[in-house]
């Protein structure tokens, strides 16, 4: 398999195409990127303590 010399790590990508760090528009992004991991984890600690209940509920 050939490596292709066209590969950019995350970090660079973002900075392409966002901006750099320090930017209104890259600031923004990130802003936007912590809420989304909040969004997720609060989700996930939804589904947990669902299937926790659901499992509790199920025993008795």
Not at 15 to 24: I, L, N, S
Not at 30 to 37: L, N, P, Q, S, V
Not at 38 to 51: K, M, N, P, W, Y
């Amino acid at each position: 398999m050939k490596k292709s010399k066209k590969l950019t790590s995350l970090s660079e990508f973002i900075d392409k195409e966002v901006g750099a760090k320090g930017t209104k528009q890259r600031a923004k992004f990130e802003t936007g990127y912590e809420a989304f991991k909040i969004g997720v984890l609060l989700q996930q600690a939804r589904q947990d303590l669902t299937s926790h209940t659901y499992q509790n509920w199920k025993r008795t």
